[in-house]
């Protein structure tokens, strides 16, 4: 007899959501205006842009959620198409993903910035509570040439990880200390 | 006896550029323009006569080629006409003097035209994709520093992979690396091998230009390690909006540099008796990697 998967830590992601909305205020708040229009180091944006980019990570993951519920009811060819053709549009992807950022900055001000990773996170806080557990096992083929944390494969509950790792990969990148 | 013709600067001009996602094919077109060009040089006296030319900037007269090429001045007289036709030289009067100047566009299409035939100029990959099941990247974290410089030693020992004789202090390394593109590779929980980048220059204008670093440990060579560990790396790099990576590697170590052109890096050139390494001037292989999606 097969025995049931222990059930996914629900608590832990909430956990890494809340404190990841916590550090982008106090980033975002901490930082000076000579701060945010500095450049960040080993990217292309400024510290502002860099900040938005990373709230945008976790606007990302609400479409995502999405799509791995509607990928992994269809057949898996069809999924892994469809990441074979979100790959092939990865230069298209990553110039959206570069001028959005830029663009966003300029109309989100930190106070913004701020309400929003409030809201795209508690947005992301009531999906999860609300997902079956049979949901967060779901899974479909990633694009993995758009970001270095994205998989072949990923679940929900990978799905729901997947910001933070983000969010700390950029963090390491602002040089508003 | 001299030639008594004045040719303008006849244009070597290249074909158009392609963005690298255009090109699948040599066009016809082009590929009869390149004919034409390496045809003119199918024969070794005109090869010398061009090699002459070209390494005289200020030109050169029909009589001190003749005499330099040991031939007489018709038969140069005739060459030159033929390369003056293509455009690989141009031909003025001065004085009683005929002086043949190398065209200064021929210094970048024939290159490229090779380029061109050799396949450096069509599509280059994102990254490798057949990856080991059992690596895995990951960032590198503040307790792998101790392993990171063990395998930054066992490169070193090799003498193929570095200038560098002793491995860096970690507080050197810190300040050199970009923050977020450090990572490491496991397998079975065990680091066996890193890739870092570092600035090329403190200049604002080259903040998106980083040269890479790859090292596996000793034992764990051929195993994929370094194929998993760049394709993260440039993956890292494009997301982050870097638009060009470079390195330079040595030409003994053919599996770097067949590694990173499988990532999309691409051969630039060699660097002669760059640097010393053990009292030996040695030679590095020098490749970059443009992002395909910044600027």
Same mark, same amino acid.
């Given at each position: 007899?097969?025995?049931?998967?222990?059930?996914?830590?629900?608590?832990?992601?909430?956990?890494?959501?809340?404190?990841?909305?916590?550090?982008?205020?106090?980033?975002?708040?901490?930082?000076?205006?000579?701060?945010?229009?500095?450049?960040? @180091?080993? &990217? #292309?944006?400024?510290?502002?842009? !860099?900040?938005?980019? $990373?709230? /945008?990570?976790?606007?990302?993951?609400?479409?995502?959620?999405?799509?791995?519920?509607?990928?992994?009811?269809?057949?898996?060819?069809?999924?892994?198409?469809?990441?074979?053709?979100?790959?092939?549009?990865?230069?298209?992807?990553?110039?959206?993903?570069?001028?959005?950022?830029?663009?966003?900055?300029?109309?989100?001000?930190?106070?913004?910035?701020?309400?929003?990773?409030?809201?795209?996170?508690?947005?992301?806080?009531? @999906?999860? &509570? #609300?997902?079956?557990?049979?949901? !967060?096992?779901?899974? $479909?083929? /990633?694009?993995?040439?758009?970001?270095?944390?994205?998989?072949?494969?990923?679940?929900?509950?990978?799905?729901?990880?997947?910001?933070?790792?983000?969010?700390?990969?950029?963090?390491?990148?602002?040089?508003?200390? | 006896?001299?030639?008594?013709?004045?040719?303008?600067?006849?244009?070597?001009?290249?074909?158009?550029?392609?963005?690298?996602?255009?090109?699948?094919?040599?066009?016809?077109?082009?590929?009869?323009?390149?004919?034409?060009?390496?045809?003119?040089?199918?024969?070794?006296?005109?090869?010398?006569?061009?090699?002459?030319?070209?390494?005289?900037?200020?030109?050169?007269?029909?009589?001190?080629?003749?005499?330099?090429?040991?031939?007489?001045?018709?038969?140069?007289?005739?060459?030159?006409?033929?390369?003056?036709?293509?455009?690989?030289?141009?031909?003025?009067?001065?004085?009683?003097?005929?002086?043949?100047?190398?065209?200064?566009?021929?210094?970048?299409?024939?290159?490229?035209?090779?380029?061109?035939?050799?396949?450096?100029?069509?599509?280059?990959?994102?990254?490798?994709?057949?990856?080991?099941?059992?690596?895995?990247?990951?960032?590198?974290?503040?307790?792998?520093?101790?392993?990171?410089?063990?395998?930054?030693?066992?490169?070193?020992?090799?003498?193929?992979?570095?200038?560098?004789?002793?491995?860096?202090?970690?507080?050197?390394?810190?300040?050199?690396?970009?923050?977020?593109?450090?990572?490491?590779?496991?397998?079975?929980?065990?680091?066996?091998?890193?890739?870092?980048?570092?600035?090329?220059?403190?200049?604002?204008?080259?903040?998106?230009?980083?040269?890479?670093?790859?090292?596996?440990?000793?034992?764990?060579?051929?195993?994929?390690?370094?194929?998993?560990?760049?394709?993260?790396?440039?993956?890292?790099?494009?997301?982050?909006?870097?638009?060009?990576?470079?390195?330079?590697?040595?030409?003994?170590?053919?599996?770097?540099?067949?590694?990173?052109?499988?990532?999309?890096?691409?051969?630039?050139?060699?660097?002669?008796?760059?640097?010393?390494?053990?009292?030996?001037?040695?030679?590095?292989?020098?490749?970059?990697?443009?992002?395909?999606?910044?600027?």
């Amino acid at each position: 007899m097969m025995s049931e998967p222990p059930p996914v830590d629900r608590a832990a992601i909430a956990a890494d959501l809340e404190r990841a909305r916590v550090a982008l205020h106090e980033l975002v708040d901490g930082a000076s205006t000579e701060q945010l229009a500095r450049r960040s @180091s080993g &990217t #292309r944006w400024t510290n502002e842009q !860099l900040l938005f980019h $990373m709230v /945008f990570g976790y606007m990302v993951v609400r479409r995502l959620l999405i799509m791995v519920r509607v990928f992994s009811r269809l057949p898996d060819p069809v999924g892994r198409g469809f990441a074979r053709a979100l790959n092939a549009a990865t230069p298209v992807f990553h110039q959206i993903n570069y001028f959005g950022s830029c663009a966003a900055a300029t109309v989100f001000n930190q106070r913004r910035m701020g309400r929003q990773c409030d809201r795209v996170i508690a947005k992301l806080q009531r @999906s999860l &509570t #609300r997902e079956s557990e049979t949901n !967060l096992r779901l899974s $479909m083929a /990633f694009p993995v040439r758009w970001d270095p944390f994205f998989t072949e494969t990923m679940t929900l509950e990978q799905v729901y990880r997947y910001p933070g790792k983000h969010f700390d990969f950029h963090r390491a990148q602002l040089t508003v200390g | 006896m001299d030639i008594d013709i004045v040719v303008g600067m006849t244009s070597l001009d290249m074909p158009t550029v392609r963005t690298p996602g255009e090109v699948d094919a040599l066009a016809p077109e082009d590929a009869a323009t390149y004919a034409g060009w390496f045809a003119c040089l199918a024969d070794p006296t005109r090869v010398r006569l061009l090699h002459q030319v070209a390494s005289r900037p200020a030109g050169i007269t029909v009589g001190e080629l003749a005499e330099a090429l040991g031939i007489g001045q018709p038969t140069v007289s005739h060459h030159v006409r033929k390369l003056a036709d293509v455009g690989f030289v141009s031909v003025h009067k001065r004085s009683t003097s005929t002086v043949v100047m190398v065209n200064p566009a021929c210094c970048t299409g024939l290159p490229h035209a090779a380029d061109a035939v050799m396949g450096v100029l069509t599509p280059r990959p994102c990254c490798p994709d057949d990856l080991p099941d059992d690596v895995t990247v990951r960032p590198m974290a503040e307790q792998d520093w101790d392993a990171v410089r063990r395998i930054y030693g066992e490169g070193i020992a090799t003498r193929t992979a570095t200038f560098t004789t002793e491995v860096p202090l970690q507080t050197a390394l810190d300040a050199q690396w970009l923050p977020g593109h450090r990572w490491v590779a496991e397998i079975d929980d065990i680091v066996v091998g890193w890739a870092a980048l570092s600035p090329t220059s403190g200049r604002d204008c080259y903040a998106g230009v980083a040269e890479n670093s790859v090292y596996v440990a000793d034992g764990m060579r051929g195993r994929g390690v370094g194929k998993a560990l760049l394709r993260t790396q440039v993956i890292a790099a494009d997301e982050a909006g870097l638009w060009t990576l470079q390195t330079s590697i040595f030409p003994e170590n053919r599996a770097s540099i067949a590694l990173h052109h499988s990532a999309g890096f691409r051969t630039l050139g060699v660097r002669e008796r760059i640097a010393q390494l053990d009292g030996i001037w040695r030679d590095t292989v020098f490749l970059e990697r443009r992002s395909p999606v910044a600027g």
